[in-house]
């Protein structure tokens, strides 16, 4: 019933508002959880005037400040993985906690020059204020990526969802409906995530995120360098998991790497296609984009993702090796998912959610949105398996022809080491429990449904550059 209104009010001529449909318009600081907490407060209170000891008000609750103003946390080193002199782009904060051995994280920023091969990888450092870029500039590193203003489901035009039932390639196609819960509520009081969500990133306990690497490991990395979507490439699309399908993933995506990559991406579309990533890399790379819930925008969402988009300050795209042995090439096309998107309701079998803060990589929260201190900035971690059975380039649950290492970090019998792909996405965030990752409506924006989707299209020979540097330890 949803997709049919929808239909008629395009055929309209006219963006509807979600009022003409019996919904009122969402307004963005109405998700803003913590706004939400305090309005249930007075609510609450209004409710119960009587209950309220004589001449004692009740303060208004409020959100706790997770920032710590004064608190200046020193840099932290990774064993081995250290680049000396390099530092990482503006809004770098200082880690607070020591790194548990064995579990080093690395940062750089991609649009930055490649190092030699013995630089390594620089960590979050401080001194300078985080930016969030406002507009979409073309990316230096890649003039041939083109500005996309008309693409009415670019952030740059977050209030206009756009006609999701046309092919951008004019072809017939599939369109996916709104979720009908989307459109239930005339409030977003319900819409998640809520307070609860949200954890200050020091009341998490330390943890060791990376299994120890044995004799036969292979301990180089190569850092695959493709920006950070400065260029605006961003659709509701998911080719791996929807294809043929418009607004598949009920959600935004930001993608780096392949400039062509949509719901109707096939090898051929994606091979003949330019990138943003350096050395012929035509890889893409995409995951959900995540919202200011302080800021009316994309009010009219039908699968309730508003807010501004937060574009992430830095995008590193490691791949490592494997702690009990070497590692062997990809195929090209081969298709990887990470992550369950409904993890919400399907439960933690799939989720791969790992929200931490720079700084704090040791402090790894599975299930809920980090609250980090002054100079630290939210931290997404999302590591894909790496276990891949030798024979296909995908499976019919996009999870079978590769599989995650053990808790030892070996690969299951029947199973060979491929370049585990590890995205690190450092954001700069409201303050407090006010930002959300775009998610089908159902999920109520729940930190559990983090994930991401990667297609290799290296170049061969780029491929075997990328196994060699992490068989003979180097660090590219």
Same mark, same amino acid.
């Given at each position: 019933?949803?997709?049919?209104?929808?239909?008629?009010?395009?055929?309209?001529?006219? #963006? !509807?508002?979600?009022?003409?449909?019996?919904?009122?318009?969402?307004?963005?600081?109405?998700?803003?959880?913590?706004?939400?907490?305090? +309005?249930?407060?007075?609510?609450?209170?209004?409710?119960?005037?009587?209950?309220?000891?004589?001449?004692?008000?009740?303060?208004?609750?409020?959100?706790?400040?997770?920032?710590?103003?004064?608190?200046?946390?020193?840099?932290?080193?990774?064993?081995?993985?250290?680049?000396?002199?390099?530092?990482? &782009?503006?809004?770098?904060?200082?880690?607070? +906690?020591?790194?548990?051995?064995?579990?080093?994280?690395?940062?750089?920023?991609?649009?930055?020059?490649?190092?030699?091969?013995?630089?390594?990888?620089? #960590?979050?450092?401080?001194? =300078?204020?985080?930016?969030?870029?406002? $507009?979409?500039?073309?990316? &230096?590193?890649?003039?041939?990526?083109?500005?996309?203003?008309?693409? &009415?489901?670019?952030?740059?035009?977050?209030?206009?969802?756009?006609?999701?039932?046309?092919? =951008?390639?004019?072809?017939? $196609? =599939?369109?996916?409906?709104?979720?009908?819960?989307?459109?239930?509520?005339?409030?977003?009081?319900?819409?998640?995530?809520?307070?609860?969500?949200?954890?200050?990133?020091?009341?998490?306990?330390?943890?060791?995120?990376?299994?120890?690497?044995?004799?036969?490991?292979?301990?180089?990395?190569?850092?695959?360098?493709?920006?950070?979507?400065?260029?605006?490439?961003?659709?509701?699309?998911?080719?791996?998991?929807?294809?043929?399908?418009?607004?598949?993933?009920?959600?935004?995506?930001? @993608?780096?790497?392949?400039?062509?990559?949509?719901?109707?991406?096939?090898?051929?579309?994606?091979?003949?296609?330019?990138?943003?990533?350096?050395?012929?890399?035509?890889?893409? @790379?995409? *995951?959900?984009?995540?919202?200011?819930?302080?800021?009316?925008?994309? !009010?009219?969402?039908?699968?309730?993702?508003?807010? =501004?988009?937060?574009?992430?300050?830095?995008?590193?795209?490691?791949?490592?090796?494997?702690?009990? /042995?070497?590692?062997?090439?990809?195929?090209?096309? #081969?298709?990887?998912?990470?992550?369950?998107?409904?993890?919400?309701?399907?439960?933690?079998?799939?989720?791969?959610?790992? *929200?931490?803060? $720079?700084?704090?990589?040791?402090?790894?929260?599975?299930?809920?949105?980090?609250?980090?201190?002054?100079?630290?900035?939210?931290?997404?971690?999302?590591?894909?398996? /790496?276990? *891949?059975?030798?024979?296909?380039?995908?499976?019919?649950?996009?999870?079978?022809?590769?599989?995650?290492?053990?808790?030892?970090?070996?690969?299951?019998?029947? $199973?060979?080491?491929?370049?585990?792909?590890?995205?690190?996405?450092? @954001?700069?965030?409201?303050?407090?429990?006010?930002?959300?990752?775009?998610?089908?409506?159902?999920?109520?924006?729940?930190?559990?449904? +983090?994930?991401?989707?990667?297609?290799?299209?290296?170049?061969?020979? #780029?491929?075997?550059?990328?196994?060699?540097?992490?068989?003979?330890?180097?660090?590219?």
């Amino acid at each position: 019933m949803a997709a049919a209104m929808t239909a008629l009010a395009v055929a309209a001529g006219g #963006l !509807v508002s979600a009022a003409v449909i019996g919904v009122a318009p969402a307004r963005a600081d109405h998700c803003d959880p913590a706004q939400a907490s305090q +309005d249930d407060s007075r609510r609450q209170r209004d409710r119960a005037p009587d209950q309220q000891a004589p001449d004692q008000q009740a303060p208004d609750e409020q959100a706790p400040d997770q920032q710590a103003p004064d608190q200046q946390v020193p840099d932290q080193q990774v064993p081995d993985q250290q680049a000396p002199d390099q530092q990482a &782009p503006d809004g770098q904060g200082q880690g607070g +906690d020591q790194q548990v051995q064995g579990g080093g994280i690395v940062l750089r920023d991609p649009a930055q020059s490649p190092e030699p091969e013995d630089s390594g990888d620089a #960590l979050f450092r401080r001194d =300078r204020s985080p930016r969030t870029p406002t $507009t979409a500039p073309q990316d &230096p590193q890649n003039p041939q990526d083109p500005q996309n203003p008309q693409d &009415p489901r670019n952030p740059q035009n977050p209030q206009d969802p756009g006609d999701q039932s046309q092919d =951008r390639r004019g072809r017939p $196609t =599939r369109t996916a409906s709104p979720s009908p819960t989307a459109s239930q509520d005339d409030d977003c009081k319900d819409l998640g995530p809520f307070v609860t969500d949200f954890v200050d990133i020091r009341q998490v306990q330390p943890l060791r995120l990376d299994a120890g690497i044995g004799r036969n490991g292979s301990r180089g990395t190569f850092v695959a360098q493709c920006g950070t979507n400065r260029n605006g490439h961003n659709n509701p699309d998911n080719f791996i998991v929807a294809p043929g399908v418009s607004n598949g993933a009920h959600h935004l995506h930001d @993608y780096v790497g392949n400039l062509s990559t949509d719901g109707f991406s096939t090898d051929e579309s994606l091979a003949a296609a330019g990138t943003t990533c350096r050395l012929g890399d035509k890889s893409t @790379y995409f *995951w959900p984009v995540l919202r200011d819930r302080k800021v009316d925008a994309n !009010v009219q969402d039908p699968d309730g993702n508003v807010g =501004r988009v937060i574009r992430a300050g830095t995008v590193s795209l490691q791949f490592r090796g494997n702690a009990t /042995s070497r590692v062997v090439a990809m195929p090209r096309f #081969l298709r990887l998912i990470t992550g369950d998107a409904k993890a919400g309701t399907n439960g933690a079998a799939n989720a791969r959610a790992r *929200w931490s803060c $720079t700084g704090f990589t040791n402090r790894i929260s599975p299930d809920k949105y980090p609250l980090c201190p002054r100079g630290s900035q939210v931290l997404r971690i999302l590591d894909f398996p /790496s276990c *891949w059975d030798g024979q296909n380039t995908d499976s019919a649950n996009h999870r079978t022809h590769v599989v995650f290492p053990g808790q030892n970090g070996a690969c299951p019998q029947g $199973t060979r080491a491929i370049p585990q792909l590890r995205m690190l996405l450092a @954001y700069t965030v409201p303050q407090g429990p006010s930002f959300a990752v775009d998610a089908f409506p159902e999920q109520k924006h729940n930190p559990v449904t +983090d994930h991401a989707d990667f297609a290799n299209v290296m170049p061969e020979r #780029l491929m075997q550059f990328v196994v060699s540097c992490i068989n003979r330890g180097r660090r590219c």
